[in-house]
């Protein structure tokens, strides 16, 4: 799951040497003091670095450049504490590569009415000097994320601290690398797609596998790895027998431990960070990859069934974002399965043929054996519970034949009304915003898939902001969502995104 980085955000100001020596002595002094109490807060995931001044062209190009090329730095964020001609600005934007922050804040909170006087308005002039930095951002057209209000106001800290996680996403993008064993399922469309452009536009290496080189890693496995690790699920997890003799479901059980670490190993070796499966091209495997591409996707791999490499990479993308979440709920694979359509109960039954993430899941696992009705083989070991409440973002990317979509989904998990013993798979159950109705309308018109990747630690603001640095369309279905604007703003976005 680590990133193997030690990411870090670099902290900009600027200024210029007219306002002279005294100014911009006090100019670094006030950006050292916000640096340091960012880094107290201990809102932010990441550790901000402290910059001296940028008031050169010259300096700042050099910054920019530094930043480029420092491994552990994933972002700069620039706030103009006085006036900064923008022109000085140019050629260090035009070169930098890396996510962009603009804190619009400035050093104190209040004006300070009984004292203030020319000097101080020109020490901070925040409100001028950084619509001047702003105005040449957006004439160059370079994606960034502007943050307003003070800064050292939680909310403030709070948006910082989530811009981290999707510059974090940003940057790691291009470090994703999805296994794919075997094809696409035969004749599903949404699952399919550009792997070259996904790679152009995502830096994604999309790579297939003949199943048997996969499943002989499986076999060299041993029997005493195997019974260790079917200790640990027996010792981790309830055991749901059913009526099945415990010989017997024990053996079920060992054949997904023997999997996953047959899978973890191939993954390590060869540097893959995703994984997709498909029931119908399984080889020599014995069971369809359930418990094992459960318990992967909990150690961080992304994961996407049926050959669906776009959502496992998503799924990875957005473990890496969430990664180190205070109280994380987690993030998973999912699929719409069946609706519940009673009125004022709507909501959409979310599960799969067995692989949804235990991140996600909330109270006891259990583990069950039982028939796969597709496919040809014996009957797979799954882990099986239900999930937590709360909001949650799902998204979906597409390829639309010209371009990718990704369509982002505010939803609010419930618990079911009753449980359903007869259920041998993990659920959630959730109400799309801003109700079933629109929501599914919606994303039915946006060509949404089946398929999704899910998560209660992020929000669609990050997963919108990751796809506009990617350069790709990104339609949000939320509570303000109406279907006539939602199907201008469809049309508008077809022309802007050719
Ligand atoms: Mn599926």
Same mark, same amino acid.
């Given at each position: =799951?680590?990133?193997?980085? /030690? ?17 911009? #002595?006090? @100019? ?19 550790? @901000?670095?402290?910059? +001296? ?20 730095? !994933?972002? @700069? ?34 004006? +300070?009415?009984? /004292? ?20 040449? @951002? ?21 948006? &910082?601290?989530?811009? $981290? ?42 790579? !297939? ?13 041993? #029997? ?46 060869? /540097? ?16 369809? +990859?359930? &418990? ?6 909990? #150690? ?17 993308? $957005?473990?890496? $974002? ?22 004022? #109960? ?14 996600? !899941? ?34 979906? &990317?597409?390829? &639309? ?18 449980? =359903? ?48 640095? =990617? ?28």
């Amino acid at each position: =799951m680590k990133t193997g980085k /030690n990411y870090k955000f670099w902290f900009c100001t600027g200024s210029q040497d007219l306002y002279g020596d005294e100014c911009l #002595k006090k @100019v670094a002094e006030h950006s050292r003091i916000i640096v340091e109490k960012l880094n107290e807060s201990g809102v932010l995931p990441f550790e @901000v670095v402290w910059k +001296p001044t940028l008031i050169t062209n010259e300096v700042i190009r050099r910054t920019f450049n530094e930043a480029n090329q420092d491994e552990e730095c !994933a972002g @700069v964020i620039t706030w103009m504490h006085t006036f900064s001609p923008a022109k000085s600005w140019i050629l260090g934007l035009q070169e930098y590569r890396k996510p962009l922050c603009h804190l619009h804040t400035q050093f104190n909170e209040e004006i +300070p009415y009984d /004292n203030i006087d020319m000097d101080f308005m020109n020490e901070n002039q925040s409100a001028h000097g950084d619509r001047e930095y702003g105005h040449i @951002v957006t004439r160059m057209g370079i994606e960034r994320k502007v943050i307003v209000g003070h800064w050292s106001d939680p909310e403030v800290q709070k948006k &910082l601290a989530s811009w $981290m996680r999707t510059a974090i996403g940003i940057m790691e993008s291009s470090h994703i690398r999805v296994a794919r064993v075997a094809d696409n399922m035969r004749n599903v469309a949404v699952t399919e797609g550009d792997k070259v452009e996904a790679q152009i536009k995502f830096g994604w290496e999309i790579d !297939a596998y003949p199943v048997n080189e996969i499943a002989e890693y499986v076999e060299q496995v041993s #029997k005493g790895e195997i019974d260790a690790l079917v200790e640990e699920y027996y010792d981790k997890y309830d055991i749901l027998l059913e009526g099945r003799d415990p010989k017997e479901f024990r053996e079920h059980v060992a054949v997904q431990a023997g999997i996953e670490i047959g899978f973890e190993r191939f993954l390590e070796e060869k /540097n893959y960070q995703a994984i997709v499966t498909h029931f119908g091209d399984l080889g020599s495997l014995k069971q369809l +990859p359930g &418990l094992a591409i459960q318990r992967l996707m909990e #150690k961080g791999y992304g994961f996407g069934a049926e050959g669906d490499w776009k959502t496992a990479a998503m799924v990875r993308l $957005m473990k890496i $974002m969430a990664e180190g979440t205070p109280n994380a709920k987690g993030t998973s694979f999912f699929e719409d399965y069946t609706y519940n359509l009673v009125k004022g #109960k709507e909501g959409i039954l979310q599960a799969h043929m067995l692989e949804v993430c235990p991140t996600v !899941a909330d109270g006891p696992i259990s583990i069950k054996v039982c028939p796969l009705s597709m496919g040809d083989r014996e009957d797979p070991a799954r882990l099986v519970y239900t999930c937590k409440e709360g909001p949650a973002v799902a998204v979906s &990317l597409v390829d &639309l034949g010209n371009r990718f979509r990704l369509i982002i989904n505010d939803v609010e998990c419930k618990k079911v009304e009753k449980p =359903m013993p007869k259920l041998p798979v993990a659920t959630a159950f959730w109400t799309p915003m801003p109700n079933l109705q629109t929501g599914a309308e919606a994303w039915i018109l946006a060509g949404g898939a089946h398929h999704t990747a899910f998560s209660y630690d992020l929000t669609a603001e990050q997963m919108g902001d990751w796809a506009a640095a =990617m350069g790709i369309e990104a339609v949000y279905i939320d509570k303000d969502t109406n279907i006539r604007s939602f199907k201008n703003e469809l049309r508008w976005n077809s022309i802007y995104y050719r």
